[in-house]
């Protein structure tokens, strides 16, 4: 029953399992030789709890040459009592479990074997098949979208990004029933099952448990004491285990948890599939083009008026498929969503919506293309509140800084792809301008005014900062006017949750800034004694290590504002993961995990996790105390279950310090 | 406070109730005369838990010349302390209860009057003002569809259709409140509340109370005991008070009552709306335009195997706005429907889409237009199913059943309108086949078979049958062949919930018809000894008075199949409203409501009910039992509460006989 042309050997099941659109054989064991002229038979293909014909859920398959069936049966191979029978099953045919009868035809009636849960075959997608509406071309993005456990999530800046492994486990034992539990959950009808569309949006909406008892719960809050931290998961397959065992949703889930459970499910069904981050990722505008930033009279942000947030990332997943309920032209991959995004009219299903839409402005096609839009074009808007009355005027209109980047990991290798002009056309081209002028055609609001550019540009460049490290803040100021500037500098350090949602205030510092005339080409002011202290944001740090900054700032002469923006992102100390002996099939092997605290403070209720497809189940252990300066080692044997090569995870994870992260690459010897 | 010109002083209500896009007046008293070049201050309007002027949701009205506001503002009259303000609301501002103050600039600072219930102002969605997306040119329409109180509702056949009178009650006391509260049960972001498309498609979803306790628990079992039969509302407002006191959902709702309560909804917030009535309305079939009825070797129905069910009518709403998130030329009309599918995929809220997309195919454009096409354009397709190895084989296409006809109320009078070309277009014509077309691209499976047309062909005239009567079944046949034809037909009666379900079966007769060969122009057999009788069917009536016959058969000669379908509306004894003494505002009249049962048996567990806008609020009476041959006769004082035409309206309502109603017209004197 192993059939490699299928890509379905990885699979970790005693079933058969095999695409659509693409022959396999069964045999059939008669209690004497088969005579293919008295002996009548249809292997008879079950799903679902009414099976009806024209429903396409019971599919008899004969032999006979003149009989048409929707799946094609003929006869490969026949000997003695053995008949060997090919089956193609209809490239559009409905994708999960079916029940296998044979079908004889006696002088009594019809006879059928009984049911036999040990012949129930699993039917998927088939990115391989042209008849399939998941075909995939491209053999790269194909085996990388179907057939890779080990995914690679960006987060972090977009010009100082970080990475970790992902084991997405889709072969793994039991993960295929819990994909498919995840559809019998939905009470999703049978019939709707071999359409690649309605199963990926129905699991956009059960990713979540809003609403419908899905599989995550979502939570932000920084308090993960009842569930596991989402920054601790290191793969899919315990949470689809987790849920698909109690039937209730697993805690806890953020963005690009519910991305790579999705893609978990999505590869395993056969529906090639990828995650993808947006730095800089526009929320809670409901398919607004605008997110207000709201500033005092002096330019200082007044925080209580400001209620949009820009997240520092966002993940979601693409999938590939044809798109027959659009006209020509948006099919190919298909924008998903699965994080419930709690403000927005909910939300809490999204897509799939034609990425190539999304690039043209042609929002006007479902689903939820305009959502998505926003999350990438949206323009932030600075407005100046007037004291007296409350009216607000639009004072600086910043238009690259939302969807700032878009990136995905390059097929067969540890490599990212930036993969932004996908969904726009270069800031500035007059394609950006056509295709945002056809979006607000189709009700996206803009902001209209356009106040005047100021003359003097401020700036914070990149740092690389690690986790307890003191460092300086540097504001870069551009003075290209001939005469000289006086700057009031609002600057705000935040420990902010990735969603823009801020957490606390570590610094706040009011300088006056002079900037000197422009001397020829020298317009550049670097004021750089901003110091921040480690001990004034460490025991503040929330879900992620971010630190984010926010300068503001109101030129005297000229009234005019300027602003910039900064995401720190702190890097954490590494996880080692250490692999010894031969990594041989059945084989022992050991994996070492270790960590050394390199902080002055203890570390407390620590959690260590630790998977690798193929190698080792996903496991844990929890520590309650690491001193500072001290180490931990955890060992465990491992018993390689296939060859070839893999990854072993390990994450870290504790109030303190989030978001340690570890791997070892490993090629198991057959 | 009571403005004519909005067409809101209808409105039970003591606050202010305007309609956005247009001018209304607040007069503003000071404690001294106001001098305009020192006092300066703004009429503030506040809606929503965080008011912010950047989402709409806090307005500033300044009346001095150098500010521009959102909505516009402009001192009308000033005598004296006291100022005329006159105000305009944004023709896309948020629709709903409004908090006013006044904001004066002292010398100390901004001084706010406090919050006074009594000045809160409904704004409401204005069909009258060009630059509202609501706008309604049609001045008929307009007034019906957003000011009529009282509806038809059409119901029974195409051809033989039966009609019930509606209280949908916009204007009475409480309902206004009740219809921003499912808003707020709703969770709908108070920024949407101005956008039509989304309050229309929220409603949708609020309507009925699956996954959001919404208004109406669905009910189709035929047993209503722990609620109000559908059939035995007489209005929507005794629901929607019901639903705002209690925050629970109502029972029990069919299509009917969904569509009713919609349309107050829609009607109450300014959303030009009305009911609209589908003849044989295509069900389960999400999207596909496929009903399938499976026969078996004989041309018998196999019921066990045919799971698609045709209602006999469905009920949805049809709702008017433009439709800025599609391309041009789809506002206009818009489908909606409240009613949950059960089976359809998670269908539990739908529209609104285009009936003008629908019309031409393009059901490409959010949202649901596929569903809304097929229930107006599948074929019925018949299949003959092979013994031997169960598949099934087309042998008859109907496309002409479903969507057989949609009707509506005419503007300003009692009277049907057939608007089956506003969905489609005529049978037969080129344009619905390029239509069909169009939608096959779109994604949406027909039957491609074409099996030969029958020489023989089946029809069951149209029937006038009143409860209670026996009668005698018409089978009339058409042989347009030269030959003689023998026909083994099955005909079978029975009593069908309006869902096209089948509850039980009261007739089955398989009469062999030979058909003499066609002589000239005579090809009519008549077959009419098939007897109904009264006894057969009364006992097992359901939810409403229908019977539902179906005749199929195989034509010896040809093995041909024929196949006819007939639904008989039962009509029900009248019950009498009558109206004594004078009509007059606050005066006191009579109203009687009289029923004779014209059984013999006994009917139990009567409700009457009773309404009639301006007139009576929602009564119902109880009896335990009105004898065969008896009547009953109640007498009510009632005082009405406003001048014009209105309509009193009743039903009567028990297990053993619903859908009586009756209704008298009267016009109240100032």
């Not at 960006?154 to 486990?169: C, I, L, Q, T």
């Not at 479902?366 to 639009?394: K, M």
């Not at 100021?454 to 540097?474: N, Y």
């Not at 990594?583 to 902080?599: D, L």
Request: proline letters at 6%.
């Amino acid at each position: 029953n192993i059939l490699p042309r299928f890509y379905t050997h990885l699979y970790a099941s005693d079933h058969l399992i095999v695409r659509r659109g693409q022959e396999f054989q069964l045999k059939v064991t008669f209690d004497r030789p088969y005579k293919p002229s008295d002996d009548q038979f249809a292997v008879e293909f079950v799903i679902g709890g009414s099976p009806q014909y024209s429903k396409g859920t019971y599919i008899p398959v004969s032999v006979a040459k003149d009989r048409q069936s929707p799946w094609a049966g003929r006869v490969v191979d026949s000997t003695d009592n053995v008949v060997t029978v090919g089956i193609t099953p209809a490239p559009d045919c409905i994708v999960g479990k079916w029940r296998t009868y044979v079908a004889v035809v006696t002088p009594y009636g019809i006879r059928r074997t009984r049911r036999d849960e040990s012949r129930d075959l699993y039917v998927l997608f088939n990115a391989w098949a042209t008849g399939d509406s998941v075909f995939l071309d491209d053999a790269d993005e194909r085996e990388e979208c179907v057939l890779n456990e080990v995914g690679v999530i960006y987060h972090g800046a977009y010009d100082d990004m970080s990475e970790r492994p992902w084991n997405f486990g889709q072969f793994d034992y039991g993960v295929l029933d819990a994909c498919l539990f995840i559809m019998d959950k939905a009470a999703m009808p049978i019939t709707n099952r071999g359409d690649a569309i309605k199963v990926a949006r129905k699991a956009s909406a059960m990713l979540n448990s809003h609403d419908d008892d899905g599989v995550l719960v979502g939570n932000w809050s920084g308090d993960y004491t009842y569930g596991v931290a989402p920054t601790s998961w290191t793969g899919s397959t315990e949470i689809l285990l987790n849920y698909s065992s109690s039937k209730t949703p697993v805690c806890y889930a953020q963005c690009w948890v519910y991305a790579a459970v999705f893609n978990t499910f999505l590869r395993c069904l056969g529906i090639p599939a990828r995650v993808v981050t947006n730095f800089f990722s526009a929320h809670d505008n409901d398919g607004n083009l605008k997110t207000d930033v709201i500033l005092d009279e002096n330019g200082r942000i007044d925080k209580h008026r400001t209620k949009d947030s820009i997240w520092n990332y966002h993940c979601w997943n693409e999938c590939y498929m044809s798109r027959p309920d659009l006209p020509q032209g948006f099919g190919g991959w298909q924008a998903v969503d699965a994080t419930p995004q709690e403000t927005s009219d909910g939300m809490y299903r999204c897509g799939p919506a034609s990425v190539q839409a999304i690039k043209h402005g042609q929002i006007c096609f479902p689903f939820d293309a305009p959502f998505l839009f926003a999350e990438v074009n949206s323009d932030v808007v600075f407005y100046s509140r007037n004291p007296r009355d409350g009216t607000l005027d639009p004072v600086k209109v910043n238009s690259s800084h939302v969807g700032r980047m878009v990136v995905t990991k390059v097929p067969g290798q540890d490599a990212r792809r930036d993969i932004t002009d996908q969904y726009k056309f270069p800031e500035g081209s007059p394609e950006e301008r056509t295709v945002l002028e056809k979006a607000e055609e189709y009700g996206c609001h803009r902001e209209k005014a356009t106040p005047p550019e100021a003359d003097v540009e401020l700036d914070m460049p990149l740092m690389e900062v690690r986790v307890g490290d003191d460092f300086e803040l540097k504001l870069e100021f551009n003075n290209t006017s001939d005469q000289a500037r006086t700057v009031d500098v609002y600057v705000s350090g935040n420990v902010v949750y990735y969603t823009g949602v801020t957490s606390s205030e570590f610094l706040f510092k009011t300088p006056r800034v002079i900037l000197d005339p422009k001397k020829g080409r020298r317009t550049k002011h670097i004021l750089s004694n901003l110091c921040v202290r480690s001990q004034d944001y460490m025991r503040k740090l929330v879900e992620q290590a971010n630190l984010h900054f926010i300068a503001t700032g109101k030129v005297k002469e000229t009234g005019q504002i300027i602003t910039s923006m900064r995401v720190v992102t702190l890097h954490t100390p590494k996880l080692s993961v250490e692999v010894s002996g031969l990594a041989k099939v059945s084989e022992e092997m050991m994996v070492t995990v270790e960590f050394t605290n390199p902080f002055k403070f203890n570390l407390e209720d620590v959690y260590v996790r630790v998977e690798g497809p193929g190698v080792m189940p996903p496991k844990y252990k929890h520590y309650s105390l690491i001193t500072a300066g001290s180490s931990l080692t955890w060992t465990e044997g491992v018993t390689p279950r296939r060859a070839g090569p893999t990854k072993l995870m390990a994450s870290l994870d504790c109030a303190a310090l989030r978001q340690v992260y570890g791997q070892a690459q490993l090629t198991v010897k057959p």
